[in-house]
Nanobody
Framework: QVQLVESGGGLVQAGGSLRLSCAAS????????MGWFRQAPGKEREFVAA????????YYADSVKGRFTISRDNAKNTVYLQMNSLKPEDTAVYYC?????????????????WGQGTQVTVSS
């Protein structure tokens, strides 16, 4: 069982930056692929970024490519999402997720464990 706890969300003006963190329990964190997803009001949950175990393959949604960076610190059991040049359309609840297969994927159904989410609001 893996528990994920996100933090770092908040209110920021357009053009600003935030760094989300996701702390994971469990000694096998380094074996898991980690992903970030988001869900805006009235919309379906969508993929944002993913990184394989030991920092392998990395994927980004086209909408965030060049602005967001996913990274992980296996020693701290933590994955990060650095978000720069934020836009109002980035407003959503952001979730981190863990996939025991270790292979990064954009498919949310592949992720077994999910955090509770953290709200990101970008004002114009």
């Amino acid at each position: 069982q893996v528990q994920l706890v996100e933090s770092g969300g908040g209110l920021v003006q357009a053009g600003g930056s935030l760094r989300l963190s996701c702390a994971a329990s469990g000694r096998t964190f380094s074996w898991y692929a980690m992903g970030w997803f988001r869900q805006a009001p009235g919309k379906e949950r969508e993929f944002v970024a993913a990184r394989g175990w030991r920092g392998g393959s990395t994927y980004y949604a086209d909408s965030v490519k060049g602005r967001f960076t996913i990274s992980r610190d296996n020693a701290k059991n933590t994955v990060y999402l650095q978000m720069n040049s934020l836009k109002p359309e980035d407003t959503a609840v952001y979730y981190c997720a863990a996939d025991p297969s270790g292979t990064a994927t954009i498919r949310n159904e592949e992720y077994r464990y999910w955090g509770q989410g953290t709200q990101v609001t970008v004002s114009s």
